[in-house]
């Protein structure tokens, strides 16, 4: 009998220790969860570099700042050295990459790991440094598990942090939020306007197409596309179309795709792509596209965004705009940010006295 009792028992006692352990993880992981911000005591912070070895200061920083948390006896730490040493060599002298070595075991296996020929932190384009001591960095934000990359920008605020290895999806999330960074100029309102409206490109059916000309008195969104992207570009697309979708071809309303790949995306395949995309019935839609030199420009100057030399690491971002006035940015891979942006539109459109159809 105390047997089968027992026996009943456990599975409920299991479930129990298991709620706590997450409790316990939870709590303490909060703080890692909920900075925004990294912390100021970072510029006195003194570490040792793996390499001379010398006792460095990171000081203060003019540059937006990559810290990749990393122990060399972890495995997967190792599979993601070759894109943070591809992000180094990618943004080197625009944004400093700095690996952090934290709950490393002994010193003499770190040391051998380090210097070891084709390992993976052999000749690493950045430095690697020793967080060890009473208060550690790691400790400061919280992180009690590793792998972990985070990006900061100049001023210190955490723009992205990802908890786990570096995959090559999350690499170009990575990627991209760094160029957007390093590549989005302090404008003035008004050039960047400008830019706007000197804007020129050939739109789907071959038909010259500009802000200036055609959007002027609407309410515009833009993304950025090109037809052989197969993993980032579909679901950018749909997420436009469900936005259309919602809004009904409103007359005072006008979607614009351009394309990041010009020398590809002729205009026949534009059309050609929003044939298979079906969307060719909706008529407040242009995809576009101009020289490569403009594109660049236009994404820099006019938009404010990232241009990256390969296509692939275009940005994920819709861009609001009210004629040549550009309201803000929402990122297509955030739920919360997609709603606002519809609600935003909403807005927008009551103001102009125009009923959603």
């Not at 937006?64 to 180094?88: D, G, M, V």
């Not at 030399?309 to 006035?325: I, S």
């Amino acid at each position: 009998m105390n047997r089968k009792w027992i026996k009943n028992l456990l599975p409920l006692a299991l479930i129990v220790v298991a709620y706590i352990g997450i409790q316990k993880y939870q709590s303490n992981n909060s703080l890692s969860f909920k900075m925004t911000e990294f912390p100021k005591e970072i510029s006195e912070m003194k570490f040792t570099d793996m390499v001379s070895p010398q006792t460095v200061q990171l000081g203060k920083s003019t540059k937006p700042r990559i810290f990749n948390f990393f122990a060399t006896w972890c495995s997967n730490c190792k599979k993601e050295t070759a894109w943070i040493k591809k992000l180094a060599n990618d943004f080197k002298g625009k944004v400093d990459v700095v690996g952090i070595a934290s709950f490393e075991n002994s010193p003499e296996s770190t040391k051998q790991e380090i210097f070891e020929k084709n390992g993976a932190y052999y000749n690493a384009p950045y430095p690697l440094l020793l967080d060890q001591g009473s208060k550690t960095l790691a400790s400061m934000l919280g992180i009690e598990g590793i792998p972990q990359t985070i990006l900061v920008d100049k001023n210190g605020k955490i723009r992205r942090w990802f908890r786990g290895t570096l995959h090559e999806e999350r690499y170009k999330k990575l990627h991209q939020a760094t160029l957007t960074l390093v590549n989005s100029p302090a404008l003035k309102k008004h050039e960047q306007s400008n830019a706007i409206k000197n804007a020129k490109f050939i739109d789907q059916h071959s038909k010259e197409f500009s802000f200036a000309g055609s959007l002027t008195d609407k309410i515009w969104i833009a993304n950025f596309i090109f037809t052989s992207c197969q993993m980032e570009c579909p679901m950018l697309m749909k997420k436009m179309q469900k936005i259309t979708r919602h809004f009904k071809q409103n007359p005072y309303l006008h979607f614009v795709s351009v394309t990041v790949d010009p020398v590809t995306d002729t205009s026949k395949k534009l059309k050609e792509y929003q044939s298979e995309l079906k969307i060719d019935h909706i008529k407040n839609w242009s995809l576009v596209r101009t020289d490569p030199k403009n594109t660049r420009k236009i994404m820099q100057e006019g938009f404010g965004i990232g241009s990256p030399d390969n296509p692939v690491f275009h940005t994920q971002k819709f861009v609001l705009m009210n004629g040549m006035h550009l309201l803000g940015y929402y990122d297509a891979d955030n739920q919360r940010q997609m709603r606002n942006l519809v609600t935003k539109i909403t807005s927008l459109l009551s103001v102009h006295k125009i009923s959603k159809k």
